[in-house]
């Protein structure tokens, strides 16, 4: 009789946010490899509008409005996967419980009270955990930080990125500008690019995703008042992304606190000078070949920087970051994934 393993996807309810993108990519990876096996039945749990979103070879259940609170009814469960920390579902208490982690931010963001609260959450997930995985070995040291006990059964899969060059053909616009993306929160640090632009009166940047919070609508005001050469593009599709990186003279992200660091892969994939900060995961996902701004840098310090990563250029460097992009897939997921499910249902 085959073994069950649940995968909870329950964030495709909103597919086009951080974590209902993975759990369609790396859904759509298990699924393949569940077609060639005969030992794990898999089974998805969705909204009740997404059952068929992987095919007719895996299960789909939706689960009822009072299983959040109590985690019986479902059929019979070998193994559940928890995508996230945040996760509003649980197991049956037979089950085996595989967590990943994707970050500790909250840590960093939160009120000392909110933040204790919310880590202790966390940390009965983990003491329920058989199997934590993390999406960067940066993830799995703060693992160590914050919840110690969690540490040994931690291992590191890194996310996959999917392939943003397929939407592009050919450039569209000179690469006279600087591009970066994210959704404008104090720690993606917005102010700090305002600052640099000031010391490159005659460089562009174009800023896509999210300015209308309460955060970022100051910050592009006063890009205005002070004449800065920054177009404000708001949120972008995949396509139009890609055209900006493949378009774009180099590639910026100033963020400090980050458990991945997808807008750097995606950067990579088309070999731009990026140049990103030094803190938390960012160096360990973006190599030897970028730029890192370091903590106590002057402003004039890291516009110098910009300059000479655009300077220091070179086909050799460019495709040094494509090939390190290469290295960040679904595929290899879902493959490191699943072998922990096999380890699991024979245990």
Not at 72 to 84: F, I
Not at 139 to 155: H, L, T
Not at 304 to 331: M, P, Q, T, V, Y
């Amino acid at each position: 009789m085959k073994k069950r393993v649940v995968f909870d996807a329950l964030k495709l309810s909103n597919p086009y946010v951080g974590l209902g993108q993975v759990a369609m990519h790396l859904g759509q990876a298990l699924s393949t490899i569940a077609a060639t096996q005969e030992e794990i039945e898999l089974c998805f749990l969705v909204p009740k509008s997404k059952h068929g979103i992987f095919g007719t070879g895996v299960k789909y259940i939706t689960p009822k409005w009072w299983q959040r609170y109590l985690s019986w009814g479902y059929p019979k469960v070998d193994v559940w996967h928890a995508l996230h920390q945040d996760v509003a579902f649980l197991p049956p208490k037979e089950a085996d419980l595989i967590l990943t982690i994707h970050d500790f931010n909250f840590m960093y963001e939160k009120s000392p009270k909110k933040a204790a609260k919310r880590l202790a959450r966390v940390r009965r997930l983990i003491a329920r955990s058989k199997q934590i995985t993390t999406i960067s070995n940066f993830v799995k040291e703060e693992v160590k930080q914050f919840a110690p006990e969690g540490y040994a059964k931690s291992v590191c899969i890194y996310n996959g990125v999917p392939d943003l060059t397929k939407y592009v053909t050919e450039r569209k616009s000179p690469n006279d500008f600087m591009f970066t993306v994210a959704n404008w929160t104090v720690r993606k640090q917005l102010h700090v690019l305002l600052e640099v632009m000031k010391e490159l009166p005659s460089m562009r940047l174009v800023v896509a995703g999210n300015v209308d919070t309460a955060y970022a609508r100051p910050l592009v005001e006063q890009a205005r008042v002070n004449g800065l050469k920054i177009e404000f593009v708001g949120k972008i599709s995949d396509e139009e992304k890609a055209q900006y990186l493949q378009d774009c003279s180099a590639f910026v992200f100033p963020s400090r606190v980050e458990g991945f660091g997808l807008p750097i892969v995606e950067a990579m994939q088309f070999g731009k000078p990026i140049i990103t900060t030094d803190g938390t995961c960012l160096p360990e996902v973006g190599g030897a070949n970028c730029y890192y701004w370091t903590e106590g840098m002057s402003v004039r310090e890291q516009a110098d920087l910009i300059n000479k990563a655009i300077h220091e250029s070179s086909a050799e460097g460019s495709e040094a970051l494509k090939n390190r992009a290469r290295g960040f897939s679904w595929e290899l997921a879902a493959k490191q994934i699943w072998e922990k499910y096999t380890i699991m249902v024979n245990n």
